[in-house]
Protein backbone atom coordinates (compact mmCIF):
# COMPACT_ATOMS: atom_id res chain seq x y z
CA UNK A 1 0.00 0.00 0.00
CA UNK A 2 0.84 3.44 -0.61
CA UNK A 3 3.16 5.15 2.39
CA UNK A 4 4.60 8.61 2.62
CA UNK A 5 6.55 9.49 5.82
CA UNK A 6 7.62 13.11 5.97
CA UNK A 7 10.71 14.59 8.20
CA UNK A 8 12.90 16.92 8.78
CA UNK A 9 10.72 19.37 10.44
CA UNK A 10 11.54 21.53 13.59
CA UNK A 11 11.69 25.01 14.90
CA UNK A 12 14.20 27.34 13.03
CA UNK A 13 14.43 31.32 13.60
CA UNK A 14 13.37 33.44 11.29
CA UNK A 15 15.77 33.98 8.24
CA UNK A 16 16.66 30.28 8.44
CA UNK A 17 16.56 27.07 6.55
CA UNK A 18 15.15 23.59 6.83
CA UNK A 19 14.90 20.62 4.30
CA UNK A 20 12.12 18.21 4.42
CA UNK A 21 11.78 14.56 2.73
CA UNK A 22 9.57 12.30 1.83
CA UNK A 23 9.95 8.75 1.71
CA UNK A 24 7.19 7.05 -0.44
CA UNK A 25 6.69 3.01 -0.78
CA UNK A 26 4.20 1.17 -2.03
CA UNK A 27 4.23 2.49 -5.70
CA UNK A 28 6.36 3.09 -8.37
CA UNK A 29 7.78 6.31 -7.23
CA UNK A 30 9.10 6.94 -10.21
CA UNK A 31 6.15 7.41 -12.33
CA UNK A 32 4.41 9.92 -10.41
CA UNK A 33 3.68 13.65 -9.52
CA UNK A 34 4.27 14.48 -6.43
CA UNK A 35 3.33 17.79 -3.85
CA UNK A 36 4.33 19.45 -0.74
CA UNK A 37 1.48 20.88 0.52
CA UNK A 38 1.12 22.76 4.00
CA UNK A 39 -1.39 23.47 6.65
CA UNK A 40 -1.02 26.70 9.06
CA UNK A 41 -3.12 26.80 12.51
CA UNK A 42 -6.68 27.92 11.56
CA UNK A 43 -6.39 27.90 7.88
CA UNK A 44 -6.69 25.46 5.07
CA UNK A 45 -4.38 23.31 3.57
CA UNK A 46 -2.46 24.55 0.87
CA UNK A 47 -0.21 23.90 -2.38
CA UNK A 48 3.40 24.48 -1.60
CA UNK A 49 4.87 23.14 -4.67
CA UNK A 50 5.03 20.40 -7.13
CA UNK A 51 7.37 18.24 -9.18
CA UNK A 52 6.87 16.45 -12.40
CA UNK A 53 7.35 12.50 -12.29
CA UNK A 54 10.98 12.65 -13.72
CA UNK A 55 11.64 16.36 -11.62
CA UNK A 56 12.28 18.25 -14.65
CA UNK A 57 9.20 20.34 -14.32
CA UNK A 58 8.27 22.18 -11.13
CA UNK A 59 5.88 24.51 -9.46
CA UNK A 60 5.38 26.92 -6.80
CA UNK A 61 3.13 29.16 -4.95
CA UNK A 62 3.89 32.49 -5.24
CA UNK A 63 4.35 32.96 -1.23
CA UNK A 64 7.32 30.69 -1.21
CA UNK A 65 8.70 31.10 -5.22
CA UNK A 66 12.45 31.95 -5.05
CA UNK A 67 12.54 30.79 -1.77
CA UNK A 68 11.76 27.04 -1.47
CA UNK A 69 12.96 24.02 -3.99
CA UNK A 70 11.30 20.83 -4.62
CA UNK A 71 13.65 18.19 -5.53
CA UNK A 72 13.22 14.13 -6.26
CA UNK A 73 15.84 11.30 -5.93
CA UNK A 74 14.01 8.51 -8.18
CA UNK A 75 16.64 5.83 -7.48
CA UNK A 76 15.93 6.16 -3.74
CA UNK A 77 12.30 7.29 -3.52
CA UNK A 78 12.80 9.99 -2.00
CA UNK A 79 11.21 13.72 -2.17
CA UNK A 80 12.51 16.90 -0.57
CA UNK A 81 11.58 20.37 -0.16
CA UNK A 82 14.48 22.95 0.36
CA UNK A 83 13.40 25.98 2.53
CA UNK A 84 15.28 28.97 2.70
CA UNK A 85 14.38 32.26 4.27
CA UNK A 86 12.01 31.22 6.00
CA UNK A 87 9.28 33.50 7.60
CA UNK A 88 6.89 33.41 10.86
CA UNK A 89 4.15 32.72 8.13
CA UNK A 90 5.75 30.06 6.93
CA UNK A 91 5.20 27.93 10.41
CA UNK A 92 2.65 24.89 9.72
CA UNK A 93 2.55 21.46 9.68
CA UNK A 94 4.08 20.23 5.85
CA UNK A 95 2.43 17.41 3.90
CA UNK A 96 3.60 15.25 0.86
CA UNK A 97 1.14 14.04 -1.28
CA UNK A 98 0.39 11.84 -4.54
CA UNK A 99 -2.64 10.87 -6.84
CA UNK A 100 -3.01 7.29 -8.19
CA UNK A 101 -5.91 6.18 -9.32
CA UNK A 102 -7.80 9.37 -8.78
CA UNK A 103 -7.25 9.14 -5.15
CA UNK A 104 -5.07 11.48 -3.07
CA UNK A 105 -2.23 9.75 -0.47
CA UNK A 106 -1.02 11.62 2.52
CA UNK A 107 1.63 11.17 4.62
CA UNK A 108 1.20 12.74 8.54
CA UNK A 109 3.32 15.47 8.20
CA UNK A 110 5.80 17.12 9.67
CA UNK A 111 5.25 20.51 11.97
CA UNK A 112 7.93 23.47 10.73
CA UNK A 113 7.64 26.39 13.34
CA UNK A 114 9.75 29.63 12.38
CA UNK A 115 9.80 32.02 15.64
CA UNK A 116 12.64 33.71 17.40
Known amino acids: QVQLVESGGGLVQPGGSLTLSCAAS????????MNWHRQAPGKERELVAA????????NYADSVKGRFTISRDNGNNLMYLQMNSLKPEDTAVYYC?????????WGKGTLVTVSS
Open 97 to 105: KMRKNFMDY
Open 26 to 33: GFTFSRYA
Open 51 to 58: ISSGGSST
